[in-house]
């Protein structure tokens, strides 16, 4: 007997795959054949491909929806099109019963095929303020889903829900021991795990780096800098592990960490609160951004369960300080961690979205 299909999609950073990444064993475990719709060479195909064997991934042209001139602006459109044309030949071959979208600039033409193809889409947003894919996706969704209870202000009544964060299960499972393997730390200090996002952040970057030498004379740290900014010079120095990015060994990672300091992404902080790692958050500014991590950021901050400090700010502030300063408040950011729950297993989430199914 045939199974039924659901279609992913969602990319171009790691934060619009983490979810779909959750939901891919529950749907997998409920018998469906899983297909995903992504980019040729966005971050998505990465960790689809080299994670998820039992999922089939199809690549479609995707233009960028940008705030400023390039001009790419110029051509993106026609890629849009052309991304339209492709997902649709792709969902009328599949027959999908439903479309998940984690959004991100390629989601966007799989939403303007699945209006035409007429199958109902389910979209999601991470973030506190709804980004720009979705925004445009929305008009042709059938109900959008959100992490954070002050989004719905942002879109209209009736076809939005709240369902909190959707963690990955194996970010729970982390083994301590296992970490300070993978970071070969001899765990004699304090340990802190430094995460500039999917992409990593060279602001994080240097700021850490410059004081590096004091920082490492009271904590050890794990660093997860990004792709292609690894520093050779700091390979052999004890207490400092350096990662670009790390897919299986992530959990084990979190759990060596007694803290973290972290851009604000929300599903980097979510996980961060879900194993109740005391953070500061450096969120991107708004100059560089839709301001979306700042809003993620200020909201943790009014809930107690972060420290906050803007990345202009940085120059003029000292990064052991900044590390003192998260240790010298851990208790109480762990106590308010305790009484924030705002996640929803796989499973519930998987059962929401097919409920919309045709
Ligand atoms: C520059 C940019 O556009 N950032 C956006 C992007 O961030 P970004 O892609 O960084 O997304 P998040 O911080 O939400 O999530 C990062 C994900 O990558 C994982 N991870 C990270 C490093 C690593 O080595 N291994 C690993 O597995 C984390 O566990 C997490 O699941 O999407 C977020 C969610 O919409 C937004 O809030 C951010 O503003």
């Known amino acids: 007997m045939k199974r039924p299909v659901i279609v992913l999609t969602g990319g171009g950073t790691a934060g619009h795959v983490s979810v779909n990444e959750a939901l891919i064993p529950v749907f997998d475990e409920k018998g469906y054949e899983i297909h995903y719709i992504g980019s040729h060479d966005g971050i998505e195909k990465e960790l689809i491909n080299g994670g998820h064997p039992e999922v089939t991934y199809h690549a479609i042209q995707s233009g960028k929806l940008r705030r400023y001139f390039s001009m790419k602006n110029f051509s993106d459109p026609f890629r849009v099109g052309t991304g339209v044309l492709q997902a649709y030949i792709i969902l009328q071959k599949l027959k999908p019963e439903i479309i998940f979208s984690k959004g991100g600039f390629v989601s966007v033409p799989v939403v303007l ?13 991470s973030d506190v303020s709804p980004g720009l894919a979705n925004k445009l996706a929305l008009p042709f ?10 989004t719905l202000n942002y879109l209209p009544n009736g076809k939005a829900t709240c369902t909190g964060a959707v963690i990955r299960p194996e970010i729970f499972s982390g083994i301590r021991k296992e970490g300070l393997r993978i970071a070969g730390l001899p765990c004699e200090k304090p340990v802190f795990i430094v995460m500039g996002g999917s992409q990593g952040s060279a602001v994080l970057n240097d700021a ?8 490492l004379k009271r904590f050890e740290v794990i660093h997860l800098c990004g792709k292609g900014n690894i ?3 700091l390979e052999l120095v ?52 839709r301001g979306d991590q700042l809003l993620n950021a200020s ?24 590390f003192n300063q998260l240790v ?24 929401l979205i097919l409920s919309y199914k045709k």
């Open 113 to 125: 095929a699945a209006k035409l193809a007429k199958i109902p889409v389910v979209a999601h947003e």
């Open 328 to 351: 010298k408040e851990k208790s109480e950011l762990v106590e308010n961690m305790k009484k924030v729950s705002n996640t929803k297993s796989p499973e519930m989430m998987a059962d």
């Open 231 to 233: 520093d050779e010079s």
């Open 238 to 289: 004890p207490g400092y592990s350096q990662f670009e990015y790390v897919t299986e060994g992530l959990p084990h990672l979190l759990a060596a960490a007694d803290f973290a300091v972290s851009r604000a992404g929300s599903n980097a902080i979510f996980e961060l609160l879900s194993v109740h790692k005391p953070m500061l958050l450096i969120p991107l500014s708004a100059a560089k951004s």
């Open 141 to 150: 969704s059938n109900h959008i889903f959100t992490v954070f209870e002050e």
């Open 208 to 215: 850490v780096r410059k004081e590096l030498d004091s920082i």
């Open 299 to 322: 909201l943790f901050k009014s809930l107690g369960i972060a420290q906050i400090v803007q990345e202009e700010e940085l120059d003029n502030l000292s990064m052991m300080d900044l």
